[in-house]
């Protein structure tokens, strides 16, 4: 079963944290064929931590997991902080692929989405 | 003439500032039939920030400003900041119509960007 892992900063206000996890929820509604299990992990401040995420996902039967940084810049966070932790956390289950998707800001669809946006204000 | 101002936070690492703006500048390629002018600008720590990035669209001859919050989530700097600080700079710019577009994170693409963005870890 392939597993998608969200993961967010975190924040101090609860609110964005739920916001990522409702984003999680429609995600797992709208790709229920692709992906069996979603989740939803913070990098810092909020709960579940990263390798509580991955665990959570193999918890639930998966035999991939696919960590999605949910970041628009390629900062330390993305290039450092996440893949050190996945390749930590990987270490613990040496029969599961895990791997890490490029960060959201990267992808080509991020012109679409700016000019959709744009065109809420008109 | 149509403009579109990024708005990012801002951050004290300049490869992160340098990239808002190398997107920016990648949007104007693909939508200058729509939007004639585009810039960036930040919320803090990085310049320009967002009064002189809404200058730098009307002295370019804007006679509309879109202010596109690039924030992935509903937080102060989305609800309050960006609102305030537009506000303020509105009353220098009567003639001119600037409004501000909903922030990324809510837009509808949100899904499709976030599926495309997991199938590049396969």
């Not at 509604?29 to 959570?56: R, S, T, V």
């Not at 893949?83 to 959201?104: A, C, E, G, M």
Request: charge should be negative; glycine fraction near 4%; hydrophobic fraction near 40%.
């Amino acid at each position: 079963m392939k597993s998608l892992l969200l993961i967010a900063h975190g924040s101090r206000r609860s609110q964005s944290n739920e916001e990522v996890k409702e984003l999680a929820e429609k995600l797992k509604e709208q790709c229920a064929d692709e992906y069996n299990i979603i989740h939803a992990a913070f990098l810092e401040l909020a709960d579940p931590l990263i390798p509580d995420g991955i665990k959570m996902c193999i918890d639930d039967g998966a035999s991939s997991v696919t960590v999605l940084p949910y970041f628009l810049n390629s900062g330390r966070h993305v290039i450092e902080d996440i893949p050190n932790i996945v390749n930590d956390t990987k270490q613990n289950y040496p029969d599961i692929n895990i791997k890490i998707s490029s960060h959201l800001g990267a992808s080509a669809l991020m012109m679409d989405l700016l000019i959709s946006t744009a065109h809420s204000a008109e």
